[in-house]
């Protein structure tokens, strides 16, 4: 995805910055993932992605189940990760998609104006369908070997209701992937209707299993 939304001389300074955004939450990590950050809300939420990853009781009743959290330039991965099995998904790519709008341009060391702040300005409302549109594609690009099977699993991902999530319109989300299909290209315009500019970054956002 990077290759297709930032000019060539950025890529390679993107693609470094995804490159070391995984965190992996285990019973290694937890404990200076949590005494080092710097919010207590997204801390009692990594805390809780771990805790309920290893089968232990939650801190408290409003404990949402999340496998995955991104915040700024940093995607926090739960061991459940690995157990999804859904051929479409990947908590990754969905995560790192994120990074997008939580990350401004000065901050990995590309130049900014005053209209190109954050390195995708995504409209807020549009950042969850964006991002599940992108973990689709990134699915259906890694497993077809071919244009012919890219378009049949595209097909396949549209022939069903595949997103839970309330803030997303699986259908709008089924009409990128087709239109993505069609078009055979990773590109800018296919991501329009998921991206507005002048929107403005949210800090931190997770995703239930």
Known sequence: MVRGLFARAEQDVVLATFEESVVYVTSDTIEPIILN???????????????LSVGAKPLGKKAVRIVEMSE??????????????DPFADFIV?????????CKRR???????????WLLDI??????????SYEAYARISASAKGPAERRALAVEYGSKRRISEERV??????NIIAERRARGTAGRRSW?????????????NSRAR
């Open 37 to 51: 950050h710097r919010w207590d809300r997204s801390a009692w939420y990594l805390a809780n992605l771990f805790l």
């Open 72 to 85: 700024e330039t940093t995607c926090y991965v739960s061991p459940e990760y690995f157990a999804e099995d």
């Open 94 to 102: 969905h995560e790192a998609a994120h990074i997008f709008h939580n």
């Open 107 to 117: 901050t990995i060391g590309l130049q900014e104006t005053s209209r190109k702040e």
């Open 123 to 132: 409209e807020f409302g549009q950042r969850e369908t964006f991002a599940y």
């Open 169 to 174: 319109d699986p259908a709008k989300v089924a």
């Open 192 to 204: 329009r209707s998921a991206r507005r500019p002048g929107s403005r970054a949210r800090r931190c």
